[in-house]
């Protein structure tokens, strides 16, 4: 009972400390294919010095580069040349005009020279896909949640296979109870959102912060383990909400802002 407790006091906090009504942030996720580590790396750069202060320029506050490589993601090579860009904006119109005003800033067109100048054969990245997403409103804004040097961050993207499983697996983490027992159990959340435009859809994605990888291991063992957990999986009204799951660790950049 005493546990219950907890996870139901997280819920409210979540559902009502910021407000029933508390402004959603818009988010943009960006993910970028390079040819090499070392492509990747000037990428980061460039992102670093000049991405991040313009966006800041235009009032996204909030705005996280990060890398990974099979160490960081348990083995998995298959993201070692993206880097991912995340960023946070007060509504929908900031978040879709942001590459246009980019575009018109003339002091980040000059601080990213690197990109701008490089040659069509020699691109410092290969593709690009995007995600729109408006933020849960039981997190409704990107939060700022680990700050050592070793912090890890996980993202995962939950694919369902129809519009109102995707509703009913948000539905779990809002209403059910999902994502309060996640903060009870240290997993910090940076963000969770719905997409409205990208790949996979429909779908859910959510990031979480930790302070290093034995911290994430510690608190998804807490998780996994929980009878909180357990009772939600046996609810049949969350049964077959997220067919396909990508998972992806990541590490931030030098001048990342999450």
Do not use: H
């Not at 429909?202 to 290093?212: G, I, K, S, V």
């Amino acid at each position: 009972m005493k546990r219950l407790a907890v996870v139901t006091a997280g819920l409210m906090v979540g559902a009502s400390a910021f407000g029933a009504d508390a402004p959603r942030e818009w988010m943009e996720l960006k993910q970028y294919t390079c040819s090499s580590v070392e492509v990747r790396d000037k990428l980061m750069a460039v992102f670093d010095t000049a991405l991040i202060p313009a966006l800041n320029r235009q009032g996204a506050k909030k705005v996280g580069v990060f890398w990974t490589d099979n160490n960081v993601n348990d083995g998995n090579a298959d993201f070692n040349t993206s880097v991912f860009v995340l960023a946070a904006f007060a509504d929908a119109e900031a978040c879709l005009t942001a590459e246009r005003k980019l575009l018109a800033d003339a002091a980040f067109m000059k601080d990213a020279a690197p990109l701008f100048n490089a040659q069509m054969k020699e691109p410092l990245y290969d593709s690009c896909s995007s995600a729109v997403l408006q933020a849960f409103a039981t997190c409704p804004t990107v939060e700022q949640a680990a700050k050592s040097d070793e912090r890890i961050f996980q993202l995962r993207i939950y694919n369902s296979y129809t519009p109102e499983r995707n509703a009913k697996k948000i539905a779990m983490f809002e209403a059910g109870g999902e994502l309060a027992l996640f903060r009870t159990c240290g997993m910090a959340p940076v963000f969770f959102g719905e997409a409205v435009a990208g790949q996979r859809l429909p779908n859910l994605t959510y990031m979480l912060a930790f302070e290093n990888a034995q911290k994430k291991a510690v608190a998804w063992k807490a998780f996994v383990d929980s009878p909180e957990w357990a009772a939600m999986k046996a609810d049949t009204q969350y049964k077959d909400t997220a067919n396909k799951i990508l998972n992806v660790n990541l590490r931030p950049s030098k001048g990342s802002q999450l």
